[in-house]
């Protein structure tokens, strides 16, 4: 079975770039997850859907980053502008709805800002 | 909001030997589901063991079980005979509503 699929697996890109992170979550499942991990903070939720609708955002850290979720196998998140405090692992995670699902993590994109 | 709490940043044990690793949380739900995941160093995200609040019985998973004391608000995760494969960084997630939180993580090593 095919596990959720992040894209890129890395991405070293200079400031001011506009970067997309890509997500195809588990099929069946109806609720995506966008985290990000750092040293500095751990596992931080930025964002998640419930069928394909954004639920919660109050983690996103700025205006700068947006999420979206146009179908049910298919998910971005974008920065724009980045900057180098963006530099980190962005994961992707899906579960079935219901909030008793564990949630299933794609491997993550590697995302550098120089 | 909920809160999870690894107090120990890193820990170490010797291959065979068994090791606990803490957890505690914070919360005035009385139905949530804890888990526990282990990320190894290529990165990936994998689930060890959950449990539902609501069961008094402490799940286990081949040499993998949980202490969970629902008053303490507390959830351990002790492995047995450990082995090489167990290094890796833990984390402790409180589920609500399917919103997880995680604890900072505890750094653990498995010395051969």
């Known amino acids: 079975d095919a596990g959720v699929i992040q894209s890129p697996r890395h991405e070293v890109t200079e400031m001011g770039q506009e970067v997309t992170l890509r997500c195809k979550p588990i099929?069946?499942?109806?609720?995506l997850f966008w985290y990000r991990q750092t040293m500095m903070r751990g596992l931080e939720l930025l964002i998640y859907?419930?069928?394909?609708?954004?639920?919660?955002d109050s983690g996103m850290p700025e205006d700068r980053f947006s999420a979206k979720m146009p179908n049910a196998s298919f998910s971005t998140l974008k920065i724009q502008p980045s900057e180098p405090r963006d530099s980190a692992v962005y994961f992707c995670?899906?579960?079935?709805?219901?909030?008793?699902?564990?949630?299933?993590f794609g491997d993550g994109t590697r995302l550098s800002i120089l | 909001a909920q809160t999870v709490t690894q107090s120990q940043p890193e820990m170490s044990v010797q291959e065979a030997e068994t090791v606990t690793l803490s957890c505690t949380y914070d919360?005035?739900?009385?139905?949530?589901?804890l888990f526990w995941y282990k990320q190894p160093p290529s990165r990936q995200m994998i689930l060890v063991i959950r449990?539902?609040?609501?069961?008094?019985q402490n799940a286990t998973e081949n040499r993998f079980s949980v202490n969970f004391q629902k008053a303490a608000k507390s959830f351990s995760l002790k492995i047995s005979d450990s082995q090489l494969g167990d290094t890796a960084m833990y984390f402790c997630a409180f589920m609500k509503h399917g919103d997880m939180r995680f604890g900072a993580g505890t750094r653990l090593t498995v010395k051969p």
């Open positions: 449990q539902e609040a609501y069961k008094q």
């Open positions: 919360t005035s739900e009385n139905n949530y589901y």
């Open positions: 995670a899906s579960s079935l709805a219901g909030g008793s699902q564990p949630q299933h």
């Open positions: 859907f419930n069928n394909n609708v954004p639920i919660d």
């Open positions: 099929s069946g499942h109806n609720s």
